[in-house]
């Protein structure tokens, strides 16, 4: 069974302070593996997505990284307008379509 | 990036009555189409998956009588909540990949949020 354990669960960071947040995954194939940002009462947004080890992409403050068993989200230098829920999600080869597994999200909080 | 909208927002019932949820994808045709629901401070759990042209296939313990789902064209699925009952108040997000199936991004919609009164 795919499994996605995202941490940590919430993150405060002052207006500046650079982070990461992880993302740890189990499945058996990785077709490809996710990230959205999510605010309340909204959908979420798609921000990146990765297919292999060693794979990074880059979105203004974001950067997305992503071995064989984890993928991080850097966050450089956050401002006020970056708090919200970043969610992680894979989608596991043999599954059929475009099924995703999501994890928890981690709710991220940036203070001015 | 493509974009998924959902009507309505907002929806408030009486218990007992039904509800129906549209989705649409307004720049890509989706021959597949995901529904979740999410509960405050939860993540997504998808509900169902929406296949145009044939049946919806449910994930397990979700009941397919109670939450009916219908895709009728390449750029719309339906979801009707029926005979809904306070525990069904949930915020219901539908999602949608381009294309046909392999390495597609999901779209998402804005969300509806539904309370069962």
């Known amino acids: 069974e795919d499994q996605v354990t995202q941490s940590p669960e919430a993150l405060r960071l002052q207006e500046g302070e650079s982070s990461s947040l992880n993302c740890s995954y189990t499945?058996?194939?990785?077709?490809?593996l996710f990230w959205y940002r999510q605010d309340p009462g909204k959908g979420p947004e798609f921000l990146f997505t990765l297919y292999s080890a060693g794979e990074e992409k880059e979105k203004e403050r974001l950067k997305a990284t992503l071995t064989k068993k984890e993928s991080f989200l850097h966050i450089t230098a956050p401002k006020p307008e970056d708090s919200a829920t970043y969610l992680c999600?894979?989608?596991?080869?043999?599954?059929?379509?475009?099924?995703?597994?999501f994890g928890e999200g981690t709710q991220l909080t940036v203070n001015p | 990036g493509a974009v998924v909208s959902q009507h309505p927002s907002r929806v408030i019932c009486k218990s007992g009555t039904s509800v129906k949820i549209e989705c649409r994808s307004l720049?890509?045709?989706?021959?597949?189409m995901f529904w979740y629901r999410q509960f405050p401070k939860q993540s997504l759990m998808l509900m169902a998956t929406s296949n145009e042209g044939s049946k919806a296939t449910y994930e397990q313990g979700v009941e397919k009588d109670k939450f009916l789902i219908n895709h009728a064209s390449l750029t719309l699925s339906t979801l009707t909540v029926t005979s809904a009952h306070p525990e069904d108040s949930s915020f219901y997000i539908c999602?949608?990949?381009?294309?046909?199936?392999?390495?597609?991004?999901?779209?998402f919609g804005p969300g509806t949020r539904l309370l069962v009164l």
């Open positions: 499945v058996s194939g990785l077709r490809g």
């Open positions: 720049d890509f045709q989706a021959t597949t």
């Open positions: 999600a894979v989608q596991a080869i043999e599954t059929s379509g475009s099924r995703l597994t």
């Open positions: 999602s949608a990949p381009p294309g046909t199936g392999g390495q597609e991004t999901q779209y």
